[in-house]
């Protein structure tokens, strides 16, 4: 049983989040960054995971094959278009098989908290313990606000139990 310590939870607000992304010219790592945020993706594994047919611009859904969990659906939420919309128009593969991140190979997960947390820094703010997590659990209490919890739950992928002791 692992304990939750509950002293590492952080609120990771809008426009900390913004001034974050705004700090870097990375594409990839801006689009990491909001899907993390604004989509509450679980990361690194499901941003990797995601490839341009699960993006489904029609129906503004996305498609998450979620490795933790069963297979989702949540909306295409309007704070993640122009990051996505963006990260497509530079992407060289745009085949409904490529992924959106191509560089997956420079980003391990040990790397990538690193290029965060470098990028949290430049952006003149303190890194936040638990520096994805945060970023999902942030997206799942806002989203709470705004919508039935257990809506949210099915977005997110998680049980409302799972909710509580963790977000």
Known sequence: DRSVDK???RF???SLIESVINSTEDVELRAIIALSRWGGLRTPSEPFALQWQHIDWQ???ITVPAVKTKLRELPLFPELVPYLTVLMNAAADQSPAGHLINRLSQFSDSNLRKQLTQTIL???SAPWPKIFHNLRASRQTELEERFPRKTVCEWMGNSETVADQHY
């Open 122 to 124: 430049s952006a003149g």
């Open 12 to 14: 990771v607000s809008a």
């Open 59 to 61: 129906r503004q859904r």
């Open 7 to 9: 002293r590492r939870r």
